[in-house]
């Protein structure tokens, strides 16, 4: 059986906490919109699940680009999804393609922030609290699901906007707690990080491929300081078509 949970809001948090007070499972995995689902994804988080006994897994999400996205985004393949490995552990997630065991105790009563319900990062977060509530991330590199990469988001400025906004949520998450001294020594990190990145750019300006990954790459780090410094996340969700006409102008 099917069931609709109707969120009137321009709020993806409100959505996704809608699903998680409507499911009576021990089990619930998150699919995008936009995505489909391969014949095994199911079976294969599942199966990930009860191998690990972690908290939530992840599966790999596979863009794919129409003809007219450029040859540089294609062949870096810069859309695509896989989690960010720290030494050897994954300490946060995203919702695109997950499942949850909820009867886990870092998991118990967790919602996403309806705060990043418009700028992104809710997900983010919402993982890096469960992890550092004693909850495991695991990886069913076989539970693959496909998006096509629409137009409008097939742009470098699209992509900078998204990098810089996951640099906020990062920067914002590692500066909880964290004042004076340590607070200037992550900015200085991330400052530093970022120059190199638009220097490895610079030299790797003929290849379009290198040199936008890793003009990217410092975008995202420039978002750390960012979020470091405690400016406001930019917003990516919820924005009506005069709100989009308006920033474009």
């Known amino acids: 059986p099917i069931r609709y949970r109707h969120a009137p809001a321009r709020n993806i948090s409100i959505a996704r906490n809608a699903c998680l007070d409507a499911s009576v499972s021990d089990l619930v995995a998150f699919i995008d919109d936009d995505e489909t ?9 599942v199966a990930t699940a009860e191998a690990t006994g ?5 599966g790999p999400v596979r863009a794919t680009y129409r003809q007219d996205a450029p040859d540089w985004m294609r062949k870096g393949d810069f859309h695509s999804t896989l989690p960010v490995w720290v030494g050897g552990e994954i300490r946060t997630g995203y919702t695109c393609n997950v499942l ?5 105790e870092s998991l118990r009563n967790r ?6 319900g418009q ?20 990886f069913a590199s076989h539970a693959f699901v496909d998006e096509v990469v ?17 640099g906020q949520t990062h920067g914002h998450l590692i500066g909880r707690n964290t004042g004076g001294l340590r607070r200037v020594c992550q900015v200085g990190l991330a400052s530093a990080k970022a120059g ?6 610079l030299l790797a300006a ?11 790459r410092g975008i995202m780090h420039l978002g750390v300081v960012s979020g470091l410094v405690g400016v406001r996340e930019i917003r990516q969700y919820g924005i009506t078509p005069q709100e989009g006409e308006k920033r474009a102008a």
């Open 37 to 45: 689902a391969s014949p095994g994804w199911l079976v294969e988080l």
């Open 54 to 58: 972690a908290t939530a897994v992840l």
């Open 100 to 104: 949850l065991r909820m009867t886990e």
């Open 111 to 116: 919602r996403f922030s309806l705060a990043r």
């Open 119 to 138: 700028t992104g990062g809710e997900d983010t977060e919402f993982f890096d609290s469960v992890v550092k509530s004693g909850g495991r991330i695991a």
């Open 150 to 166: 629409p137009s409008s988001r097939a742009a470098f400025d699209w992509l900078r906007r998204r990098r810089f906004r996951f």
């Open 196 to 201: 190199y990145c638009f220097g490895m750019a």
């Open 206 to 216: 003929v290849s379009p491929v290198r040199r936008n990954r890793s003009m990217l």
